[in-house]
């Protein structure tokens, strides 16, 4: 089957291109293992800047469709192949990128509250998890990964001393990334570490702003991830011819 880019709208750049390069894995039939082609090309089929480029295998890589090695170039997954059939459930697909924004809004104003509010005791729990979720991502333990990361969102959503808030939080966890794509891999983005370490900085200066915004950027980060998955759910596929788009496109 020949690869014809659709149209990549300003709105939403990372998501549409993150779907773009999915439809050149199943075009070009690249089975795991395969690489992608390199970011140059990807940049002259798409009409998007290499930037662009990178943070939609970014996203890709996030939800297990991809890896990469360093110094290797981007190869497919077993989780390419089978990404347009993990989900179907439509109400879902629809709550998920709202119910992101949702936890987001709570899990900021969490964060305030708890950069006043956590006590010495409660910081070294969170360092404490922190250490556990960096050990199980270095040994590429997903489970592990998953009770440690959840284990310190849990601490620091405590320390808002908000049960309100918390339940908020929760009651809006059936609609996160690891339901609606189980096989992500968003724990291994090195971002996703780098935005907990921030976190942990924050509230131990008492930063109140500074931890609100490092919690805004975690959750854009998942957005990106939520809002491809659910297009890719949403779209139905369409047949492609491998021609490169104008470079006049937008970046």
């Known amino acids: 089957m020949a690869y014809s ?42 009409g998007i800047s290499r930037n662009s480029v990178r943070e939609a295998l970014r996203v890709l890589h996030g939800l297990g469709y991809v890896e990469k090695a360093a110094g290797r170039r981007v190869v497919v997954t077993a989780g390419a192949r089978g990404g347009k059939s993990m989900f179907d459930e439509s109400v879902l697909l629809e709550a998920a990128p709202i119910a992101n924004a949702v ?47 959840d284990a310190f969102h849990g601490l620091f959503l405590a320390g808002a001393r908000n049960p309100l808030l918390v339940a908020m939080f929760n009651q809006a966890q059936v609609a996160r990334l690891s339901n609606v794509s189980p096989e992500h891999k968003s724990f291994y983005d090195p971002r996703h570490l780098a935005h907990h370490r921030a976190l942990l900085r ?50």
């Open 202 to 251: 924050a509230l131990r200066k008492r930063d109140a702003r500074a931890a609100r915004a490092v919690v805004r950027k975690h959750f854009q980060s998942l957005g990106l991830m939520l809002e491809f998955v659910t297009r890719t759910r949403r779209k139905p596929a369409q047949v492609l011819s491998l021609v490169p788009r104008s470079r006049g496109a937008m970046r």
């Open 5 to 46: 880019p659709a149209p990549i709208r300003r709105d939403s750049v990372i998501s549409q291109a993150a779907q773009e390069i999915c439809r050149v894995i199943e075009a070009e039939r690249l089975s795991p293992g395969e690489a992608l082609p390199p970011e140059t090309r990807l940049s002259a089929l798409l």
């Open 103 to 149: 936890r987001s809004h709570i899990a900021q104003t969490c964060a305030e509250l708890a950069a006043e509010r956590l006590t010495a005791a409660e910081l070294t729990e969170l360092e404490q998890a922190l250490a556990a979720l960096e050990a199980a991502i270095a040994r590429q333990d997903l489970a592990a990964a998953k009770s440690a990361h």
